[in-house]
């Protein structure tokens, strides 16, 4: 059984699995046992292009749809064409294929690296928050509610939200700075019932794991429910671990 998505150019070459997998790099993720396989990430180039490929053998995840066992993978593929149904940014998706033989399960997913971005949590780190120009500040805020609300009112829970998870691209070189946002690591992403269900699980989780200090935090939850539409009482007054 065979299950491919491809958005392979003609100079990004190879385009079957086998090919791809012979392709080595640089491990940013070692491999990890887990989930009745393992799964890893390297860095690797093709044509001067700069990709990131998750190679998996036996990992997998089992649903009512799929009680058998099916790649994550194929999962965090779903998960990024939603999103960028939805108005999201994310990694663009360079190839994408599965394979089962009677060793069990075969896949991999190869993106395009986010040039010019960093994650949130490196790029508070990196810059003083109290000499950032507060309205530069206030619309990275307002980027990442936006982003957040577009996920959300998608019913698509990111399922792992963390700053770490959030990369940023700001340009100041312009008379008018700007920001971009992006959303990586949608492996655990699924839909849920309603938006509601999606924004409390991720909101409350991302302010376990943020960088902001309560009345940034005040700011990006008010710019948040703007984009969404409706107001979320618990969410103000949230607190980081």
């Known amino acids: 059984m065979t299950v491919t998505f491809s958005n392979v150019s003609s100079i990004l070459s190879p385009v079957s699995l086998d090919s791809w997998w012979q392709i080595q790099g640089e491990w940013v993720e070692e491999p990890n046992d887990r989930r009745g396989g393992n799964s890893g990430v390297q860095r ?6 700069l990709l990131y490929a998750k190679k998996q053998t036996g990992h997998t995840y089992r649903s009512l749809l799929h009680p058998w066992g099916r790649p994550t993978v194929l999962r965090e593929r779903d998960a ?16 994408c294929s599965a394979e089962r033989s009677r060793e069990g399960w075969r896949a991999m997913l190869v993106t395009k690296a986010l ?21 530069l500040h206030q619309q990275l805020l307002q980027q990442i509610a936006q982003s957040l609300a ?3 009112k998608a019913r698509r829970q990111h399922g792992c939200m963390y700053a770490k998870h959030i990369f940023v691209r700001i340009q100041t070189a312009d008379a008018q700075p700007s920001c971009e946002i992006a959303l990586l690591d949608l492996e655990k992403s699924r839909p849920r019932l ?48």
């Open 44 to 49: 690797i180039t093709q044509q001067g292009q």
């Open 80 to 95: 990024l064409l939603s999103a960028l149904k939805a108005g999201v940014a994310v990694p663009e998706i360079v190839y």
């Open 115 to 135: 040039e010019g971005f960093q994650p949130l949590d490196e790029w508070y780190a990196s810059h003083d928050r109290e000499v950032l120009d507060a309205a």
């Open 150 to 152: 577009n996920l959300h």
């Open 194 to 241: 309603t938006s509601k269900q999606a924004a409390l699980h991720d909101m409350l989780q991302l302010r376990r794991h943020s960088p902001w200090d309560q009345a940034d935090w005040q700011s990006l939850i008010g710019h948040y429910q703007l984009a969404m539409g409706r107001t979320f009482k618990n969410l103000y007054n949230a607190t980081r671990r």
